[in-house]
């Protein structure tokens, strides 16, 4: 199974996706796109009051962020399963990115949600990245 199949991407990015994959097939007809998810970063821009930061983040940290976005105080088992993450992948992903999240409950019920409250000293914020499967 291709490294792309075992995201499951929001529908916001698959749609980008499908404009830059149609757009480079018709210019380099010869070849092949591959989406490769576990190799990636990806740069987000956010508002936090008035200041407005870059977020430097892996793929999975984007789709993860993606997914809490759209559905606040969702359980961390569901990320596991809306993501097709994995759970070590995911809860390391998560972990990498706890200056951006607000977590509640117990390990086993555990909550997540965008910490609107963040702030950094620097206008660009790395997250811890990981490298590898």
């Known amino acids: 199974m291709d490294d792309a199949e075992l995201l499951q991407w929001p529908k916001a990015m698959t749609q980008k996706m499908a404009?830059?994959?149609?757009?480079y097939l018709k210019t380099h007809q010869s070849r092949k796109l591959t989406w490769k998810p576990t190799e990636g970063t990806a740069e987000?821009?956010?508002a936090v009051g008035s200041k407005k930061y870059t977020i430097i983040c892996s793929t999975l940290q984007l789709v993860l962020l993606y997914k809490i976005q759209e559905c606040p105080g969702v359980s961390v088992a569901r990320l596991r399963e809306l993501t097709k993450g994995?759970?070590?992948r995911v809860d390391t992903e998560l972990h990498n990115m706890d200056k951006l999240l607000l977590r509640q409950g117990d390990k086993e019920n555990e909550t997540v949600s965008i910490n609107f409250k963040f702030s950094s000293p620097t206008l660009r914020v790395a997250v811890n990245r990981n490298r590898g499967g």
């Open 19 to 23: 404009l830059f994959e149609s757009h």
């Open 44 to 46: 987000i821009r956010i």
């Open 86 to 88: 994995g759970r070590a």
